[in-house]
Nanobody, 128 residues
């Protein structure tokens, strides 16, 4: 089972982009979903996440106020809306399912170890 991130692309600094994370309903609905990114030569880092209940969200300081994580109406898709993109946002973006917490909880894991079912990711490249 993998969660598939999509929607990446090449954009100019200051632009917006929306990423989607989808999988079979059982792997997204009711579970926390996290967004991470990894730039060349760097470790995978936390970007944003939404709880299984949908009531809680968390963001890395570097994206707070610019990125918004949300669930679709059917809750089987999770989105990452990105605005005011910066050069340093360039990375491969991944989504994954939170583990170790009850379904529909308000808890939002931040560590890579708190997630599973990583997909191949989607490339986001921000140019000047």
């Amino acid at each position: 089972v993998q969660l598939q991130a999509s929607g990446g692309g090449l954009v100019q600094a200051g632009s917006s982009l929306s990423l989607s994370c989808s999988a079979s309903g059982r792997t997204v609905v009711g579970y926390a979903v996290g967004w991470f990114r990894q730039a060349p030569g760097k470790e995978r880092e936390f970007v944003a996440a939404i709880s299984g209940s949908g009531r809680s969200t968390d963001y890395a300081d570097s994206v707070k106020g610019r990125f918004t994580v949300s669930r679709g109406n059917a809750k089987a898709t999770v989105y990452l809306q990105m605005i005011s993109l910066k050069l340093e946002d360039t990375a491969v973006y991944y989504c994954a399912q939170g583990i170790g917490v009850a379904t529909y909880s308000d808890y939002v894991p931040r560590k890579v170890s708190g997630y599973r079912y990583w997909g191949q990711g989607t490339q986001v490249t921000v140019s000047s």
